[in-house]
């Protein structure tokens, strides 16, 4: 099995970089957790380039509008198509804000309406056991952005897959600390970022 | 009415008899040979090659040149005054003298060659339409017998193909010989259409079905679903074109036919912005921007419009707003174009402000659409004060603080002083000054090491031990190397004020103070896509972490178990040897190849038709092995967790 390589993906429109702290982040809990092979840096790839390909998985996040060109629509429907899994998250935690509003009509052009997913799905013990569904971030929590509590992530699945995973969570503020913080934290909340990565390798 | 004019109506009477006469005997030699090809096919048992069915074709065109040859008397009015004189010999060749345009007119010969044209047409004109009539009720009766009302219809209809010369052969199955009317949905507007004896049905989704055939006790299955049977003359089902390929089976007994379900999706439009060109960053708002998309649709355009978003804002907080703009109704047109313009002024926009253009258009697809039809969105930014000479603020390398070269002109001018007092100075007391300015040297060129090279900050004082990287640039954004030159040229002084020569050291710190000032003054361009490269100490946070589970292996995927199955598939069906029997099997592997292998799908078409209509089916079979062993390939090339 090769090593796994964090991706995070880049698109022609808005603002993909971020959060750039999310991808070591999410690196140093795949290898304080688990005994998967992990490259200790994350790589930043174009969603229109052919070395999308080459990873199991592909973090996407932003505030600003998310629109895809053709070509990076035709290689991430492949992408989907042969196997691979998109993470996306709202960097705004806004129903209302731009980034939800083209990214979930982005998503049900290139691939299908988003899903509710049920919080029992193997997503969520497919690492860690999160028995309430997805964690709350902090900025749920202090009104932060559309002021509301997301009980559920959203995803479009093909054939008992995800094959995109959608969260308006903005768990890329809540994880977009130096992973060398994480020491302060009682609770690590990057964990539902390795149930993430470990399902995108299992499924 | 003169000679002449009686000759040039007796002419048209003649025209018109001969016209249908002749359609009438075409009709009768369609209708004639079609019953012979019929009776051809039951007697043989087996159908016709496919050049039979344009027999009956040539046959009318014969029969109908043939009458207009012998009955048609010519176009000139001396030859159909010819024709009268022969049906009317008391004229005495007066008609032909008088019908001679160069002779002056004569009253007398006027007056000889006087005939009523309807009575001189009447007997001759009604045994040719009698004749032709008869050999029309004759012709039709046969075919009537041998083929039935609906084989005699197709006939004339020239319908008579190498499928229903099949039917033919085989009067008392229900499997051969059956007809698909397809009735695309209404927003389409195109027609309907029949199909004779189809392998497969292609049609936009959402198409109505009808399948009917004669004879009965025929059972319709819709993928494993029975379809209701309308029973009478002839059976008949209906059913909606489905959104994913299904297999329509027709069982008669023992007997089965498979046929192919093909959706085609009604594909959204394909909308294209022709301007503006490209991405903008604009220092000063104004002007028109002019907007212009065309717009492509394989069925029927309904609208478009241009929209565009306003959003600014920064950090975490944005705020946007849509507008709609140039909207237009197509009512159905493959092609169409927009435009429009935009005055940026009126929008208000501000520093840091993003404007979003793009094109929309929707179909008229009323069954699984409408469709969407987004063009790509191009970008128009209002440049913050502060970003001028960059694209991106972000992820740049730090700012040179500006007391790092003032400090190094102060420890210049330390160490000019030192020079000149030092013939009055006591060796302890230039020891000391010259030390002090070392260690401060060593300070800044510390400060200026942990820019060069973010990733290996250390304590202070550590330099010496640590040394520098060998890449410089690991890990972090580009330097300047300018700043570079600086360090090594500090680290050059601080080595010469170390052992006390100030003199040695002075000209290694006035290049690291230029060198400085290059660095200060440098432009600073970062471009985007630089985010900064966190390295994660993956073996130490191993260490310090637990191990707590392993993940499991990546199962094999569902369509990679898919395509071997169609493989497997494929061959077991190919191997059959009843072409019947194997045409059907590769029909269900052809509805399961639309969804996982489309180009595999492509080429089992002509494959299956072949062995249905019992031509040579190698190449077409060489041809769809090709696209498995290709998809083969694309499975065995893809990456290792990959589908294909």
């Known amino acids: 099995m090769s090593q796994f390589v964090f991706c995070t993906g880049q698109y022609a429109s808005g603002d993909w970089e971020s959060a750039p702290l999310v991808a070591p982040n999410l690196i140093d809990s795949v290898a304080r957790y688990t005994s998967i092979d992990v490259a200790s840096t994350g790589v930043t790839v174009p969603l229109d380039s052919p070395r999308l390909f080459e990873h199991p998985l592909v973090y996407l996040t932003g505030h600003l509008p998310f629109r895809l060109t053709e070509a990076e629509r035709a290689n991430v429907r492949a992408f989907t198509g042969r196997g691979g899994m998109i993470f996306i998250d709202d960097h705004n935690h806004d129903v209302g804000g731009i980034f939800h509003r083209t990214a979930t009509e982005e998503i049900a052009r290139t691939w299908s309406p988003l899903r509710q997913l049920p919080n029992t799905h193997r997503l969520y013990s497919a690492f860690f056991e999160f028995d309430d569904g997805p964690p709350t971030t902090s900025h749920e929590l202090n009104g932060w952005g559309d002021n509301l509590v997301h009980p559920h992530l959203s995803a479009v699945v093909r054939d008992g897959r995800i094959v995109v995973l959608y969260s308006n969570k903005d768990y890329s503020s809540e994880w977009s600390y130096h992973p060398d913080n994480k020491r302060f934290s009682s609770v690590d909340n990057t964990k539902l970022g390795v149930n993430i990565i470990v399902y995108a390798l299992t499924s | ?644």
């Not at chain 2, 004189?85 to 007398?108: G, I, K, Y």
């Not at chain 2, 959003?311 to 092609?335: H, I, L, N, P």
């Not at chain 2, 010496?464 to 040229?489: F, I, R, S």
Request: charged share 25%.
């Open chain 2, 1 to 644: 009415m003169t000679a002449r004019q009686r000759v040039s109506r007796t002419r048209a009477y003649l025209a018109t008899a001969v016209a249908i006469a002749a359609a009438a005997w075409a009709v009768a030699a369609v209708l004639a040979v079609g019953a012979a090809l019929v009776l051809a096919a039951r007697v043989t048992g087996s159908g016709l090659p496919g050049g039979f069915s344009l027999l009956p074709g040539v046959a009318a065109l014969v029969a109908a040149g043939a009458i207009v040859y012998r009955a048609w008397p010519g176009r000139s009015l001396e030859r159909v005054a010819l024709w009268v004189e022969e049906h009317q010999p008391s004229l005495a060749f007066a008609l032909v003298t008088a019908s001679d345009p160069t002779l002056a007119e004569s009253p007398a010969l006027e007056r000889a060659a006087e005939f009523d044209p309807a009575k001189v047409v009447r007997r001759p004109v009604a045994t040719m339409l009698l004749v032709a009539g008869a050999a029309v009720v004759l012709s039709g009766a046969a075919a009537w017998a041998l083929a039935g009302t609906e084989g005699a219809r197709d006939m004339l209809a020239g319908r008579t193909t190498t499928s229903s010369l099949r039917a033919a052969a085989a009067p008392d199955d229900p499997l051969v010989g059956f007809r698909a009317t397809i009735t695309p949905p209404a927003y389409s507007r195109l027609r309907a259409t029949s199909v004779d004896d189809p392998s497969s049905i292609a049609a936009l989704r959402g198409s109505g079905i009808t399948v009917s055939g004669r004879g009965s006790g025929v059972a319709v299955f819709f993928g494993d679903a029975r379809l209701p049977v309308r029973k009478g003359r002839r059976w008949t089902v209906a059913l909606t074109m489905p959104a994913r390929p299904v297999a329509l089976t027709l069982r008669h007994g023992e007997r089965r036919r498979v046929i192919v379900l093909e959706p085609r999706a009604d594909a959204a439009p394909r909308v294209r912005l022709t301007s503006p060109a490209r991405d903008t960053i604009m220092q000063r708002v104004g002007g028109v921007v002019r907007v212009a998309a065309s717009i492509e649709e394989d069925v029927g355009i309904a609208s478009g419009h241009i929209e565009y978003m306003l959003s600014s804002g920064a950090e975490e907080t944005f705020t946007a707003r849509t507008a709609v703009v140039g909207r237009r109704e197509f009512r159905g047109a493959a092609r169409g174009d927009l435009s429009t313009t935009i005055d940026l002024a009126s929008l208000k926009l501000g520093p840091g402000d993003l404007l979003s253009i793009r094109a929309v258009a929707r179909d008229a697809n009323t069954v699984s659409g409408p469709g969407v039809g987004v063009s790509d969105t191009r970008t128009y930014r209002v440049a913050r004060r502060d970003e001028y000479d960059s694209l991106a603020v972000e992820a740049g390398a730090p700012i040179i603080p500006e007391s790092t070269v003032v400090s190094q002109r102060m420890l210049i001018l330390r160490a000019e002083a030192l020079l000149r007092e030092q013939p009055s100075l006591a060796r302890d007391s230039v020891l000391t000054r010259v030390r002090g300015i070392a260690t401060d040297q060593i300070r800044l060129r510390e400060r200026v090491h942990d820019i060069v090279y973010p990733a290996h900050t250390h304590a202070e004082g550590d330099v010496e031990a640590a040394g520098e990287p060998e890449d410089a640039e690991e890990g972090g954004a580009p330097v300047n190397p300018h700043l570079k030159t600086a360090y090594e040229e500090m680290w050059s002084a601080s080595r010469e004020l170390q052992i006390a020569d100030a003199a040695a050291a002075l000209p290694f710190m006035r290049a690291a103070a230029t060198a400085l000032d290059r660095a200060r003054l440098a432009n600073r361009y970062y471009l985007r896509s630089g985010a900064a490269r966190v390295v994660v100490d993956v073996p130490r946070v191993r260490l310090q972490g637990k191990e707590t589970g392993a993940s499991a292996a990546r199962s094999p995927r569902a369509a990679e178990t898919a395509r071997r199955e169609i493989a497997r598939d494929f061959a077991r069906a190919a191997a059959i040897r009843d072409p019947v029997a194997s045409a059907n099997e590769l029909s269900l592997v052809r509805v399961r190849a639309l969804a996982e292998l489309p180009e595999l799908a492509a080429a089992l078409e002509p494959l299956i038709d072949a062995l249905r209509r019992g031509r040579d089916p190698r190449a077409a079979l060489a041809a769809a092995r090709s696209k498995l062993d290709r998809a083969d390939a694309a499975a065995r090339d893809g990456a290792s967790w990959s589908r294909w």
